[in-house]
């Protein structure tokens, strides 16, 4: 049988379900892949961490050199997050011949480039289905499931710590700090949340999901970005009295060889697929011209669903004769501009908040006349303030940012408090 | 670049739309992929389809001859449906070293051993993406995404004929003729609909599904099938009163080796992901006990769809360097009762009808007497009868049918109406 030698490279959360799927599931690998995976080397400091999961202590150090010169070793499974030293290990071991492993979604977005550079050298495999919606096999959905289609859209729900936030404030009313920290309680968020809840992590993870959709280069610097951080359990609220869930979606586009990437709070319809993924779950729904709509759900995010994921590209590298690497021209991170959209058409969702004496109507008529159309306004009556609710129809960004702007002409207007975009 | 001829036998809907995905994708394929798919021959009587679809008149025949016969055919996608001619001619293009993709969910089910014999002798591969869930890559994910889950149970709405039917009775409070006439007359349900509203077809997907997730063989006929064509609406209408949505439901589990197969109408709660899968769409549900829960969403039949998956697998086997089959044994149809279960352990929603003058309790009380717990009853009074709805707690069928066995006894009991299996 097969022998391949893995390494691990940290044994934290997933690295330790990693280690514990190999170990439990390694007699079913053989039975069923024909290949016996053994873990070779471990790089871990901690080592109370590796004796709690039984690794053998004679394979465990902190010197990557370990790794890159033991022969049997043909796969390196990254698990430290972050750039370095991920990066300068990863492309030693690719360099050294040896395929890599990760869930890296920040090194994938950033080094990519310098990844595939490393590969080609070596003639090894670049593996990353766990940097994506976890368990879920989205990844190998659009590389192996899809080959016959253009893909048009790839709209997700790629951020489980922002994805329990939201559905916290939607089902408690709670207040974003709130449900902040309680998530924070419940190892759902870090202590210094920024990365999911800015949108960061959802944002590396679509530059990696666009470029595989699109076949093309979708670099992170033309990702738009917008986190939850300032969302109002208000506008959930009236938000669901129009009948549509807040989300923070991951959205890629591709009309006619125009792309368009954003992450930004989003409302969705009630009856779709996408409202209905509650708390930590992801989903990503593909759009392609033969296929129509598919949707894949799962946990974004834990040890074990990782640690499938990771453990099912070690297979899946492991049994490959010939690696491939992206098809697309990935040579330099100068991408045009010229590619991409930046000034997005979409509808929206806007709250203005004008003071007790001033007249709504004013609002909505400064909007319209500005070409705004909108296709719902409710007027909500506060104690101190008036808040108008309203939705608009398919609008340039720059049209409707400009009618905005004019609003502060109003008199008693005290100012847009939320734009939201909607997606059907 | 890599050059693969491809044979088209049958050009019917899904036949017509492979060959309008290969031409209109073909630059594209051969771009991305680095392969050039050309359709060298097609087996097809009718020429006006011919004609239709742009297809040059020299490679149209209907002589099998002619495919086994040119060495530049690497790979036969059959279109036939059923099973004679489509299984002679694709066990003769697999000797013939020819690798065979297919929607043929029933040949596959049925005759996949003597595919697998036919594939060995001639060193081929057997591509079946496109026979369960139409262009969702739910075997893909199966194969390649999971290879480190133990796979627990397979859930899914593998008929898109019957789930338009059972939304339609639900959404309209239409009868089952009714709804099945709609459905025919839209083109959901075919003239004949007994293979899709018996659950012939999804009995056919479980088999397949259930054998890959479970890597043990799954015969049909260790397959239990129950259809949609005697559920009464007002079933639909009760259990949507206790919060559940009536669906076509393929279920395989594999609970500590033991397998049980079973394809049967299902009530499942209203938030479950599987009830918002409306009209002709598909879901599938699958637990691994390393990734959890994942689910897969799309449209499961049509032209473009299913020959989104038929393209995948033409590429996919093109791109192969060596075919792999399945990895567990097939290698008879002999397979032993004792790796089965057949006395299902679920909950249960019954309508037990007696007359006016009967007394509902007497109904309940034999019931629970003979070990049935019930976890909810509501009484119907109607015109001319009297309904007693109930929900039991999960027991096994031998000791429900039992108990159910003795209603007769009961004065004034008109008789079981309906026993729907919950699953959760």
């Known amino acids: 049988m097969k022998k391949v030698g893995v ?37 871990e400091k901690n080592l109370e961490r ?40 990863l492309i030693k071991s690719l360099e050294a011949g040896k395929s890599i492993v990760t869930a890296n979604k920040e090194l994938v977005a950033k080094y990519w ?14 593996y990353f289905e766990a940097s994506c919606v976890g368990g879920v096999p989205i990844i190998r959905t659009l590389i192996e499931g899809m080959q016959g289609n253009n893909i048009q859209s790839i709209k997700g729900i790629v951020n489980g710590t922002t994805n329990y936030i939201l559905t916290k404030m939607a ?31 959802a944002s590396y993870k679509l530059s990696i999901l666009s470029s595989l959709a699109f076949r093309t280069k979708v670099p992170l610097d033309k990702v738009s970005r917008e986190g939850i951080s300032t969302v109002k359990v208000e506008d959930i609220e009236y938000g669901k009295e129009l009948g549509m869930t807040l989300k923070l979606l991951a959205i890629g586009k591709n009309t006619n060889g125009k792309i368009e990437a954003r992450v930004h709070p989003t409302f969705v319809e009630n009856s779709s697929q996408l409202a209905l993924v509650k708390g930590s779950f992801n989903a990503v729904s593909v759009v392609g011209d033969a296929v129509g709509e598919i949707m894949e759900y799962g946990r974004g995010a834990g040890d074990l669903p990782t640690g499938s994921a990771i453990v099912s590209d070690i ?16 040579t330099t991170d100068q991408v045009s501009n010229r590619k991409f959209i930046f000034d997005y058409v979409t509808e929206n969702y806007l709250r203005v908040d004008v003071g007790l004496g001033a007249n709504p109507n004013a609002v909505v008529s400064l909007l319209k ?5 909108l296709s719902n306004v409710s007027i909500k009556p506060l104690e101190d303030k008036v808040s108008i609710v309203m939705l608009t129809e398919s609008i340039k960004d720059s049209k409707l940012n400009n009618a905005i702007s004019l609003l502060s ?16």
């Open 113 to 126: 480039h310098e990844l595939e550079v490393a590969a080609k050298k070596g003639k090894a495999g670049i």
């Open 315 to 330: 297979v899946y590298a492991a049994l490959k004769t010939r690696h491939t690497l992206s098809n697309f021209n990935n």
């Open 171 to 201: 089902d408690t009313g709670a207040n974003y700090a709130d449900a902040l920290r309680e998530a924070q309680e419940l190892g759902y968020a870090e202590f210094n949340p920024t990365a999911d809840v800015e949108g960061y992590d």
């Open 409 to 424: 002409s109003i008199s008693g207007v005290i100012g847009l408090q939320a734009r939201i975009r909607i997606e059907r």
């Open 50 to 89: 590796c004796k709690q999961l039984g690794v053998d202590e004679s394979i465990v150090s902190t010197d990557i050199n370990n790794v890159l010169n033991n022969p049997k070793i043909k796969i390196v499974a990254e698990f430290f997050g972050g750039i370095e030293p991920a990066k300068t290990f």
């Open 7 to 43: 390494a691990l490279l940290g044994l934290g959360t997933v690295g330790g379900g990693t280690y514990r799927i190999l170990e439990a599931n390694r007699e079913m690998i053989k039975k069923y892949q024909g290949v016996d995976l053994t873990v070779e080397h471990v790089l």
């Open 369 to 373: 006349k500005h070409g705004v159309k």
